[in-house]
């Protein structure tokens, strides 16, 4: 079946432009997850959605991060004047539940801002 | 907090070396623990796992044992191919809908 998609696969913006990533899960999966891999770098938890539970927002770096999750399907997260060091690839991943289960990634947005 | 470390980078070995990419960790509770594994131009795969002490996850030739005396879990592979060079991610479950993710480890593989 289809995995996670993420669109776009590139995006370069201005600084202080604001940009929208998309992730479609999938089908069937409750948990969605966001993270961002900057050059070199691990990987940096940013926020989860559970079902209809209140999302975990505690990695967002700053408040012009946001995301959402439509009808517990699609997500989208939206950085707002965005600045040089929002430069990174921002990955999406969906599981079946919890820690304990496998998170499926999709293959990223390559995000630069100039 | 809970957290992952792994070795740093980059390893070069040669095609059918030895490979142990060590891993430890500090949790609480009893946490799963994962290697994930990212190839060149593609996205996180799970590569093995184990949920509970004394577990063995193995795959494509890969193992990692978890050791709750050492909090380890080291990935190791007996005889490595060129088509294993990648960056190696080991994670943790923390038992909630967190995993936290080490660093992770860029290997080269020599013909």
């Known amino acids: 079946g289809a995995g996670v998609s993420q669109s776009p696969s590139n995006k370069v913006t201005e600084k202080g432009k604001d940009v929208e990533l998309r992730c479609d899960p999938i089908?069937?999966?409750?948990?969605l997850y966001w993270y961002r891999q900057s050059l070199g770098q691990g990987l940096e938890f940013l926020i989860y959605?559970?079902?209809?539970?209140?999302?975990?927002k505690s990695g967002l770096p700053s408040d012009r991060f946001s995301a959402e999750r439509t009808g517990g399907s699609v997500s989208t997260l939206t950085i707002q004047r965005t600045q040089q060091e929002d430069s990174a690839v921002y990955l999406c991943?969906?599981?079946?539940?919890?820690?304990?289960?496998?998170?499926?990634f999709g293959p990223g947005t390559r995000l630069t801002v100039t | 907090g809970n957290s992952v470390t792994q070795m740093e980078g980059p390893v070069t070995l040669s095609e059918e070396a030895f490979l142990t990419i060590n891993c430890t960790y500090t949790?609480?509770?009893?946490?799963?623990l994962f290697w994930y594994v990212q190839y060149p131009g593609e996205g996180l795969q799970l590569l093995l796992k184990?949920?509970?002490?004394?577990d063995k996850g193995s795959n494509k030739g890969f193992e990692a044992t978890y050791r709750k005396e050492t909090t380890s879990f080291h990935l190791e592979k007996g005889s490595v191919q060129v088509s294993d060079s990648a960056v190696y991610f080991c994670?943790?479950?923390?038992?909630?809908?967190?995993?936290?993710f080490g660093a992770g480890t860029r290997l080269f593989v020599k013909a």
């Open positions: 991943a969906s599981s079946l539940g919890g820690a304990g289960y496998e998170q499926y």
């Open positions: 089908s069937g999966h409750t948990a």
């Open positions: 959605f559970q079902g209809n539970s209140a999302p975990d």
């Open positions: 949790a609480t509770g009893y946490p799963s």
């Open positions: 184990a949920t509970k002490a004394d």
């Open positions: 994670a943790l479950g923390d038992g909630g809908f967190k995993t936290i």
